[in-house]
């Protein structure tokens, strides 16, 4: 034995040399330690705790409200650290031990996975860089955990560039690419870039060979074509899901998505057809309140209103139909219903106060307990602005509620004393029986609590019972209940049923019973009544009627709250709630019935930006005007000026603009004492004082209306010289007509009514006497051409006598033999008699005639406020009627009587020339608007003038009129039984329809 021992020690030595790490065979056994030792173990504890991520994404529910993450982190398996611990320890054993082995770089991978499931990124990152140094078999592996650390740390810009560094590489890798788009597919969701995120998505799905990588992608596909609005091919990827045998939640995900989208968007019939498979299988049991809440939906769509309520009301308040789970969404589905449909505004801002407490923020499941990195983004079917919408509707029902209050407040403020007494005993009274309900209520929960074994009872002074709680008879409760919600709950609505929301202030009790006793003492049985008892014993509740106004300073001080408050609620109508024409009304209501308050100047630029938004700028413009004019010197005459593109008026100039309005006022007053030639002077100089003031178009307009007035009243031509004294070279400047060279005469410096129009039309454009300026044009248009038709037919007139006359002397001196010379000049005097009268009615008759068209324009001197003469005082009620029934005759003969071949053969018109939107036959009173002669202009003044009276009840129409000349077409606004009516309609849309507007009377044809 001991000669054998050398050899043996020899081969010992041998066999560890060999097995030195730089050898073959001790590389060799390094790897095989390396392997079976440590990475082996660290690669089992990786894949368990990988293995227990994915199982616990398959069980969850799908989190439909954000997109669906196709990878996921460490925020889902954080709950288990242990396994990926112990993966990172043993791979760390393998670096130190083992530093030359061929499993380092699987160990930094084992490494860099394990840290990012427990969420050290940074970690991560540094790992899967040091495996890209390495030139490593793993590069593509790197690669994309790479992407997924960065994209789950935020970094996206960084991302971005890595991901597409490794897709326009050339060796990439067909068995990762799928990989690399999917992850930059994410990558843009999370970026927002829907259609490039599309795009990858579809390039992914066509190479991927992960099933349950598939599934998820083609779902998420799905939420991303829902989001570009692409719905039917939303539907499709939804579909597409099933196709790749996916885990039961994503299948279910997946099949109740494509039936929302269906109802929303596509197919509600379709959409309850594949929602009853859904219903039918059993599998689907534990989601039957999703389902039902789905129901509601599509029956919504599909205008089932009742069955959807009915199907609400079942989940809310049905037990058994698990509710609970979607209470906060039916509560914004009806909210939804009652805003949409019924438009019962303080109903949907309960719901949507319920929703907003009931509904989690989108991904706030995943997010319980947990540290997350970035906001998952909500997908389309999320709902997001639960929150928004209860702050909305509720400010609506909180400022609706104050605005009812405070009219009930209000009509008690007007009552007498005997009337308010008699409220306020009704009102005891309805208290007193409330009280008793409740003591019956009371009493029955005290025989309950007795029969259990409750504690002892008093009562108190309204013979309420009061349970005495005996410590240690609460139980489980807690000492005095307070572990009950419920009997602390009815504890507190008992309380408040009592007392109310009493103010935390000293002797409340005592200052209340005071004032309700004042309120009582204005009876005539005070001393009885104030005592009412409704019971034996029982003393009538009193009520604090301290709110209500019954003095004048309380009462306007109540009515300038509700205009506020009145104003207030347009504004959320308008602004918060998109709903301009609800917040119109309120607006005109500020007003109409405010007019004292000083918000009514905020209400006239409101509703102005309303009527813009709808599209109608020419009323838009007409309240810009009525701003500037009767609030000059507001911040919001200075925004109406900036929205009629008008230079804003230097603000120094407020005083002489108070002295304009100051001058303007005295005129007016001077012209109500009676019209004159210094009053005409007077306005007009004003207005070439006050150019730059809203007083000056007003001015010059009063003056040329003055002026017409003058005209009647001394039969003078409307078309002659106006009685100003201002001088030429003035006239020149202000730009009434270019300056005058050498060869001017004086006619060509003579002011007239038609250049005073013309104007006030071109340099005050935007102003509400711009277009009246314009209407006034056109009617001293119609009326000149008028007087020439008749001048030429009396001057035919004139010629045929006197031919005629002249033929008769001829005849007489030839049978008679009669001196034809003396003969002629007795005729030619006689001849010169009757054209000299002629000539002297056809003045007089062009005078009245043009004076009478145009009395409908010469009004009173408050322009804006005086319609007609019968509004200005200067005729009675009965003197109108009889001028609008001799003003319809030439109308009802176009209407009565068919026009002859010879009237009608230039006109491209029947016997009746409206447009069908007034029955002319049945006769009464129309609101005349303009004239034309030709009928398609009429017509087109119906249509555009038309849009922007859309909101009123009245119809415009076209009529036809024979006049002297031929036939004349006018437009008419309604068909009305009493002038009464007619001149309410034109009080009503003052300033909206021309001002020289008239009452027509409109014979009718029906027996």
């Given at each position: 034995m001991m000669r054998n021992t050398p050899a043996a020690l020899f081969c010992m030595l041998l066999f560890l040399a060999g097995c030195s790490s730089t050898s073959f065979l001790g590389s060799r056994f390094n790897d095989f330690s390396a392997y079976y030792n440590k990475y082996y173990n660290a690669q089992r504890s990786l894949s368990e705790g990988i293995r227990g991520f994915e199982d616990r994404m398959r069980v969850q529910p799908i989190d439909q409200d954000i997109f669906l993450p196709l990878f996921g982190h460490g925020d889902q398996?954080?709950?288990?650290?242990?396994?990926?611990?112990?993966?990172?320890?043993?791979?760390?054993?393998?670096?130190?031990?083992h530093p030359n082995s061929k499993w380092v770089d699987n160990a930094i991978m084992t490494i860099g996975k394990a840290w990012f499931f427990t969420n050290n990124f940074v970690g991560a990152e540094e790992k899967f860089n040091d495996i890209l140094e390495l030139d490593s078999p793993l590069r593509d592996e790197a690669n994309f955990w790479l992407a997924r650390t960065l994209i789950a740390s935020g970094v996206y810009e960084e991302a971005f560039t890595h991901l597409q560094a490794v897709l326009s590489a050339e060796d990439l890798s067909s068995r990762w690419a799928p990989y690399y788009q999917l992850a930059l597919a994410e990558l843009h969701v999370q970026n927002e870039n829907w259609e490039e995120a599309?795009?990858?998505?579809?390039?992914?799905?066509?190479?991927?060979?992960?099933?349950?990588?598939?599934?998820?992608?083609?779902?998420?596909?799905?939420?991303?074509?829902?989001?570009?609005?692409?719905?039917?091919?939303?539907?499709?990827?939804?579909?597409?899901?099933?196709?790749?045998?996916?885990?039961?939640?994503?299948?279910?995900?997946?099949?109740?998505?494509?039936?929302?989208?269906?109802?929303?968007?596509?197919?509600?019939?379709?959409?309850?057809?594949?929602?009853?498979?859904?219903?039918?299988?059993?599998?689907?049991?534990?989601?039957?309140?999703?389902?039902?809440?789905?129901?509601?939906?599509?029956?919504?769509?599909?205008?089932?209103?009742?069955?959807?309520?009915?199907?609400?009301?079942e989940l809310l308040y049905d037990p058994t139909a698990g509710g609970s789970q979607v209470r906060g969404r039916v509560h914004y589905a009806l909210g939804t219903f009652y805003r949409d449909v019924f438009s019962d505004y303080p109903y949907a801002a309960a719901h949507f106060d319920t929703a907003a407490g009931a509904i989690q923020a989108p991904g706030s499941r995943q997010q319980s307990g947990r540290v997350i990195t970035i906001p998952p983004k909500p997908s389309p079917g999320a709902i997001t602005d639960s929150d928004d919408q209860a702050r909305i509707f509720g400010s609506f029902s909180e400022v609706l509620d104050r605005i009812v209050l405070m009219d009930s407040l209000l009509y008690l403020g007007t009552l007498d004393d005997s009337s308010f007494a008699a409220v306020v005993t009704e009102l005891r009274k309805r208290r007193a029986e409330e009280i008793e309900e409740m003591q019956r209520e009371m009493r029955q929960r005290q025989s309950e609590s007795a029969f259990r074994g409750g504690g002892a009872i008093i009562e108190d002074d309204y013979g309420f019972g009061a349970e005495v709680l005996v410590a240690g008879s609460e139980g489980e409760a807690g000492f005095l209940y307070h572990k009950d919600e419920v009997r602390m709950l009815q504890a507190r609505q008992d309380f408040l049923s009592i007392w109310g929301e009493r103010p935390l202030a000293p002797n409340w009790r005592r200052i209340a019973a005071i004032e309700a006793a004042q309120a009582e003492e204005r009876t005539e049985d005070s001393d009885e009544n104030t005592r009412e008892q409704y019971s034996v014993g029982r003393v009538m509740p009193t009520v604090d009627v301290s709110a209500v106004p019954r003095t004048q300073e309380k009462f306007d001080a109540m009515l300038t709250d509700r205009a506020n408050a009145r104003y207030e609620l347009a504004n959320v109508l308008f602004l918060s709630m998109n709903r301009p024409d609800s917040a119109s009304v309120w607006y005109r209501m500020v007003i109409e019935e405010d007019k004292d308050e000083l918000v009514v100047q905020r209400a006239y630029y409101a509703l102005a930006e309303v009527q813009r938004t709808l599209g109608d700028t020419l009323a838009a413009n007409r309240l810009y005007e009525i701003i500037i004019s009767d609030y000059p010197e507001s911040d919001l005459a200075d925004q109406a000026y900036t929205r009629l593109g008008r230079p804003i008026p230097d603000r120094a100039s407020a005083d002489s603009l108070a002295m304009a309005e100051t001058a303007y006022k005295n005129s007016q007053a001077q012209w109500q004492q009676g019209v004159s030639e210094e009053v005409i002077n007077d306005l007009f100089e004003l207005g070439l004082e006050w150019t730059t003031t809203p007083v000056a178009p007003r001015a010059l307009y009063a003056a040329g209306r003055a002026y017409l007035e003058w005209a009647a009243k001394d039969s003078v031509d409307v078309l002659g010289k106006m009685p100003v004294s201002t001088s030429t070279t003035r006239l020149e400047t202000a730009g009434f007509y270019p300056r005058m060279d050498s060869t001017a005469t004086a006619e060509d410096?003579?002011?007239?009514?038609?250049?005073?129009?013309?104007?006030?039309?071109?340099?005050?454009?935007?102003?509400?006497?711009?277009?009246?300026?314009?209407?006034?044009?056109?009617?001293?248009?119609?009326?000149?051409?008028?007087?020439?038709?008749?001048?030429?037919?009396?001057?035919?007139?004139?010629?045929?006598?006197?031919?005629?006359?002249?033929?008769?002397?001829?005849?007489?001196?030839?049978?008679?033999?009669?001196?034809?010379?003396?003969?002629?000049?007795?005729?030619?005097?006689?001849?010169?008699?009757?054209?000299?009268?002629?000539?002297?009615?056809?003045?007089?008759?062009?005078?009245?005639?043009?004076?009478?068209?145009?009395?409908?324009i010469a009004v009173a001197p408050e322009e804006g406020d005086v319609p007609d003469l019968q509004q200005a005082g200067i005729v009675s009620s009965d003197e109108a009627e009889a001028a609008v029934e001799q003003d319809a005759e030439t109308e009802q003969k176009a209407v009565q009587e068919p026009l002859n071949e010879e009237e009608s053969s230039n006109l491209e018109v029947d016997n009746d020339p409206g447009l069908g939107n007034i029955d002319w036959s049945l006769g009464g009173y129309t609101i005349h608007l303009i004239s034309y002669e030709d009928h398609e202009m009429a017509k087109a003044f119906v249509i555009n003038f038309g849009r922007s009276l859309q909101d009123v009840q009245q119809a415009l129409d076209i009529y036809g009129a024979e006049v002297q000349g031929g036939i004349e077409f006018r437009v008419g606004l309604g068909l009305f039984n009493t002038v009464r009516e007619a001149e309410s309609v034109i009080q009503q849309l003052s300033g909206r329809i021309p001002g020289d507007a008239r009452i027509s009377r409109i014979q009718g044809t029906q027996q």
């Open positions: 398996a954080s709950m288990q650290r242990k396994p990926f611990e112990d993966a990172v320890t043993k791979s760390a054993d393998i670096l130190r031990k599309a795009v990858e998505l579809e390039a992914g799905l066509a190479t991927i060979r992960d099933k349950d990588l598939a599934a998820r992608a083609q779902f998420l596909e799905g939420q991303v074509l829902e989001q570009l609005g692409r719905y039917t091919d939303a539907v499709a990827a939804f579909e597409r899901v099933q196709r790749h045998k996916p885990f039961y939640e994503l299948s279910y995900a997946a099949q109740f998505s494509a039936v929302r989208v269906l109802s929303d968007h596509v197919d509600p019939d379709e959409a309850m057809r594949r929602l009853r498979r859904m219903e039918r299988d059993d599998k689907n049991y534990e989601h039957r309140a999703q389902l039902a809440y789905l129901r509601g939906r599509v029956l919504t769509e599909q205008g089932r209103y009742s069955e959807a309520l009915e199907e609400y009301d410096s003579l002011l007239t009514l038609p250049m005073l129009l013309r104007y006030i039309r071109s340099n005050y454009s935007n102003s509400l006497q711009a277009d009246r300026a314009n209407l006034m044009l056109v009617a001293l248009q119609e009326d000149q051409r008028r007087r020439q038709v008749i001048a030429d037919s009396l001057a035919a007139r004139e010629l045929a006598v006197a031919d005629s006359l002249q033929r008769v002397a001829d005849s007489l001196a030839l049978q008679q033999l009669i001196p034809a010379d003396s003969l002629r000049l007795t005729l030619d005097s006689d001849s010169l008699a009757q054209v000299d009268s002629l000539n002297m009615v056809s003045e007089v008759g062009a005078d009245s005639l043009h004076v009478g068209a145009l009395d409908s």
